[in-house]
């Protein structure tokens, strides 16, 4: 019989998995794997069960938000060669990553999909000692998720971000960086950047990235320069909205297979949702299909774009969004920004 470790965050998401863990471990069962149940204990917990045990295991899936995904992959780049497939059961607040690889936010219709699935290789970013499978970024917007409170979370949902992402509006500031990627050099003063492999970062569809492939060693990388005044400002959060940022002087993007960022004082960085570190020079790697994934599969092949993937997308998947992706698809933001302005 095969071996199944489950690795649980029970403090992840406004629903608590317990729920449906019977079931779901019926359904491990049923498929022959033995399931091994190890709730995480602390934020670096899964990491360390992973890096220990995960290779006499022939599957590890791990239940939780973005957070205990990439906790989990860090032990999982860490556990030497004897490397074994991922499987991933969202039950955060966002789930970026789950929206990326259209995973259900359903716990026991994802279950069915690691189940049904097959093997697929995706690259894994590398900043310094730390690992993320979607995004690395600093400036307006990126300690949304760490900062917002897990309270608020439970109560508002996906709208708690909201309130958070208001305020860092009104106290933007501004780091001046040099940034080379694969040659390519850039200097300024910006507000934003973000090296990512994601079709989906804080709940939000990544409309300006529009060709993300998530096996092909290249990162999307999108940098944000500091408007000079108000309506600079409200231009860019309208083109972030709308998909609209082709030739505007305000935004670069780039692909590319390795980032440098210098800045003369430290900078905050957020990786996968957490915390990643006050730093003044960051080199970050693109490991090219470095994590082995078990996934739906009825999955179609990574190397789509984001608007086809869209136009295929299987709605019942989605069907744990929240309000708040209605607000922003709409371009309901507006009246909370001119309410601000």
């Given at each position: 019989m095969k071996k199944l470790l489950f690795i649980i965050n029970p403090k992840a998401g406004k629903s608590a998995i317990k729920n449906d863990l019977f079931e779901i471990i019926r359904l491990f069962n049923e498929a022959e794997y033995e399931v091994i149940v190890y709730m995480t204990k602390g934020p670096d917990d899964a990491e360390r069960k992973v890096i220990a045990d995960g290779a006499n295991y022939d599957l590890i899936v791990c239940a939780g938000g973005d957070g205990t995904l990439e906790n989990t992959v860090c032990g999982y780049?860490?556990?030497?060669?004897?490397?074994?497939?991922?499987?991933?059961?969202?039950v955060g607040t966002t789930n970026d990553f789950a929206r990326s690889m259209k995973i259900s936010r359903k716990p026991v219709e994802a279950a069915k999909q690691i189940i049904s699935g097959s093997k697929y290789y995706i690259d894994v970013g590398r900043m310094e000692d730390k690992y993320f499978i979607y995004i690395a970024a600093f400036g307006m917007f990126t300690d949304i998720s760490y900062s917002t409170k897990q309270s608020l979370k439970k109560v508002m949902g996906h709208s708690a971000y909201m309130v958070e992402a208001l305020k860092s509006i009104a106290n933007f500031k501004s780091y001046k960086i040099k940034a080379e990627m694969d040659g390519i050099v850039?200097?300024?003063?910006?507000?934003?950047?973000?090296?990512?492999?994601?079709?989906?970062?804080?709940?939000?569809?990544?409309?300006?990235?529009?060709?993300?492939?998530?096996d092909d060693g290249k990162f999307d990388c999108l940098f944000i320069k500091m408007p000079q005044n108000v309506a600079e400002l409200q231009k860019i959060v309208s083109c972030m909205l709308t998909n609209d940022i082709d030739d505007n002087e305000l935004f670069f993007e780039c692909k590319a297979s390795k980032v440098t960022i210098e800045c003369e004082e430290p900078i905050p960085w957020t990786i996968d949702g957490e915390f990643g570190g006050n730093r003044e020079k960051v080199t970050i790697h693109n490991d090219e299909k470095a994590i082995c994934l078990w996934l739906n599969q009825n999955y179609q092949t990574l190397d789509s774009s984001t608007e086809e993937i869209a136009a295929t997308e299987d709605t019942s998947i989605n069907d744990y969004d929240d309000d708040f992706d209605e607000v922003f698809d709409k371009g309901d933001f507006d009246e909370e920004y001119n309410a601000w302005k």
């Open positions: 780049m860490k556990m030497g060669e004897n490397k074994v497939p991922i499987g991933y059961i969202p850039i200097t300024g003063d910006y507000i934003y950047a973000m090296i990512t492999n994601s079709f989906s970062v804080a709940g939000f569809k990544l409309r300006g990235a529009k060709h993300v492939v998530l």
